[in-house]
Nanobody, 124 residues
Framework: QVQLVESGGGSVQAGGSLRLSCAASGRTFSGVAMGWFRQAPGKEREFVAVINWNGANTYYADSVKGRFTISRDNAKTPVSLEMNNLKPEDTAVYYC?????????????????WGQGTQVTVSS
């Protein structure tokens, strides 16, 4: 069974930092793009960041550019998200996802595997 499991969420004050990790089991994701998305209460799931299959290309939502960094780690932890200078508006459930494509893609419809999500809460 293929699974993605996020970890590293929590509660921090504005200006703080968190590092999210995504553990994979059931298959490797070394040849596909990996992304992070988030969903706040009452809002649609939105794109946060994506990294291509070999880590050479990344793309970020404007709202997190310069504050968040996505990286590829190893086969068991294929993607991480370093979040700095967190703001209250970053509060959401964060999901990692694996695409069926090798290049960077941002639409949720282009991702085949999703984790269950990890809560990030930023207080002012």
């Amino acid at each position: 069974q293929v699974q993605l499991v996020e970890s590293g969420g929590g509660s921090v004050q504005a200006g703080g930092s968190l590092r999210l990790s995504c553990a994979a089991s059931g298959r490797t994701f070394s040849g596909v793009a990996m992304g992070w998305f988030r969903q706040a209460p009452g809002k649609e799931r939105e794109f946060v960041a994506v990294i291509n299959w070999n880590g050479a290309n990344t793309y970020y939502a404007d709202s997190v550019k310069g504050r968040f960094t996505i990286s590829r780690d190893n086969a068991k932890t294929p993607v991480s998200l370093e979040m700095n200078n967190l703001k209250p508006e970053d509060t959401a459930v964060y999901y990692c996802a694996a695409s069926r494509f090798a290049h960077t893609v941002v639409s949720t419809t282009l991702y085949d595997y999703w984790g269950q999500g990890t809560q990030v809460t930023v207080s002012s």
